[in-house]
């Protein structure tokens, strides 16, 4: 049971986060969603097709992206989150900023989702006294430069440590274990081979005893393996989605929710078959 905001999801069968940028330069639909509205009418349309948690980012964080300041951030997300907040779906926020996570918790967001798993100097102490679900995802360097020479002995074991060790940072700051959620960062400071080995040993990360958070969903490593372009990755993504549950990923972070929805239902229904 993930403790979530005003919700408490069940993790027994894998969940879809839909994503929602409020963005100009996202890696695969930046500028799509200029305004609020748009960005508002996605999100809907997201739900509409199974979405089970919304996530809503107001900067990217693709490799080569420039930070955003903070007034920035916060114009783009708070009017989303107020306008979905009677939705009754889970709203988390994709930042790194404390400041925006402050704002975020108070116009109603149900998680964070860092992606530098609360590092920044106050980002615990932002959400440590709130309620919100906390997504801690590894990276290795800064987006401007991370896919540079990303370099490991051993990646799986050491985005576990990594993990283990934000973990305890987070627990050490009062946010309890039903809070917390992690992520290996795909295409954050990986190499292709570094993709696949985490993909095929993700339930390695089971030990962690938080659930796992997947974000696959048309990145790059899925343009080398098939040769196609951004709008042109759904198959493949659905294809890591479905090996990602098989190794235990309980939340898909997707762009395709209704290909992938699809998907879960074909393995919920063998699974309800053969249990
Ligand atoms: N990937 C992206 C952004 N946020 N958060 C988590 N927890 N896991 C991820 O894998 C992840 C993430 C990058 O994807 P996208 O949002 O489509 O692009 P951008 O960062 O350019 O907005």
Avoid: W
């Avoid at 989303?80 to 009754?88: D, K, N, R």
Wanted: proline letters at 5%; aromatic letters at 2%; charged letters at 25%.
């Amino acid at each position: 049971m993930l403790h979530c905001g005003r919700f408490k999801l069940s993790l027994e069968h894998p969940l879809i986060m839909g994503i929602v940028n409020v963005t100009p330069d996202s890696f695969s639909d930046g500028g799509l969603l200029p305004t609020a509205s748009v960005a508002v009418e996605h999100a809907l349309r997201l739900v509409d097709e199974g979405a089970d948690i919304l996530d809503i980012g107001g900067e990217s964080t693709r490799p080569g992206a420039k930070p955003v300041p903070t007034g920035r951030e916060l114009e783009r997300i708070v009017p989303v989150l107020e306008a979905l907040h009677g939705l009754g779906v889970p709203l988390s926020v994709d930042t790194q900023k404390p400041e925006v996570m402050v704002a975020a918790i108070r116009a109603g967001a149900d998680m964070i989702n860092d992606v530098n798993a609360l590092q920044a100097e106050g980002a615990l102490d932002a959400v440590a006294a709130s309620s919100v679900a906390l997504c801690l995802m590894h990276k290795q360097g800064e987006p401007q430069t991370m896919q540079q020479e990303p370099d490991y002995k051993n990646v799986v074991a050491e985005v576990r440590e990594f993990l283990a060790v934000r973990i305890a940072a987070a627990l050490a700051a009062g946010v309890t274990h039903e809070r917390l959620l992690v992520d290996p960062g795909f295409g954050f400071g990986k190499s292709l081979r570094h993709n696949l080995l985490l993909l095929k040993h993700l339930d390695r990360l089971d030990a962690l005893g938080a659930p796992v958070l997947a974000g696959l969903s048309r990145k790059s490593m899925l343009g080398v393996i098939t040769g196609r372009g951004v709008g042109e990755r759904v198959h493949a993504s659905v294809a890591a989605a479905v090996l990602a549950v098989m190794k235990g990923a309980r939340i898909l972070r997707v762009h395709d929710v209704r290909a992938t929805r699809d998907a879960l239902k074909v393995i919920k229904a063998v699974e309800r078959e053969y249990e």
